[in-house]
């Protein structure tokens, strides 16, 4: 019995330690599932790409055309930066799994990471079209505005296996934007009118 339990306990260590890689001695480990998953590639893509799109639109930059439509560069950087903090700060939560041990279980994690992923496909694509409408003839701008719909493709996937997560993790729910998401609704049981037995019954006294 003894040796039959050390070898499961041996063969469910194994099990774990090839999901996760232990971080030195400081009690965190690097989560190998979400890692090699697709939301985990698509999120470091994401990573990668805006920070492409924030070198580009660095390259290009040149002052007559910032004088002229500076906002517009403005409004570029801001979309970008503000997805690769954004993602590189959800890559961190969900690849060391700090979800689980530190912030609250009550945070809907990946209820957020889709509403972040759908808001900033659309910010992305708008921020691209306004970048390929005026490159000011800077080849910087141009590959800025090229790599902003490349994100904005990436973003878009990265949100659709979101949600396809979402719903197969989520429990079911009665919430009705969840429910038009996807997520099953709970089946709870609705209250039925009882049936009875006409045999059952007792007649009507005549009189």
């Not at 965190?28 to 985990?40: A, E, H």
């Not at 090229?146 to 919430?175: E, K, M, W, Y």
Request: charged share 15%; glycine share 8%; aromatic share 14%.
């Amino acid at each position: 019995m003894s040796s039959s339990e050390e070898n499961g306990q041996s063969k469910s260590d194994q099990d774990t330690d090839r999901h996760t890689v232990p971080i030195g001695s400081t009690g965190l480990s690097i989560n190998l599932t979400y890692v090699k998953s697709l939301l985990g590639i698509f999120e470091a893509a994401m990573i990668i790409l805006s920070l492409i799109c924030l070198i580009c639109a660095g390259a290009g930059a040149n002052l007559a055309c910032d004088y002229s439509y500076g906002s517009n560069y403005g409004f570029y950087e801001f979309v970008a930066g503000s997805v690769f903090f954004t993602d590189f700060i959800n890559y961190i939560i969900f690849a060391i799994s700090i979800d689980e041990k530190w912030c609250l279980r009550l945070v809907p994690w990946l209820i957020w990471h889709f509403v972040v992923g759908v808001i900033f496909t659309f910010l992305f694509f708008i921020a691209s079209l306004v970048m390929v409408t005026h490159t000011c003839g800077q080849g910087g701008y141009a590959a800025a505005a090229v790599f902003g719909f490349i994100a904005t493709i990436v973003s878009g996937v990265d949100t659709f296996f979101c949600l396809l997560a979402l719903r197969q993790d989520h429990a079911p729910t009665d919430n009705k934007v969840l429910n038009i998401l996807g997520v099953p609704r709970s089946s709870s049981a609705s209250p039925q009118s009882p049936q009875y037995d006409s045999e059952s019954v007792p007649e009507s006294p005549k009189y």
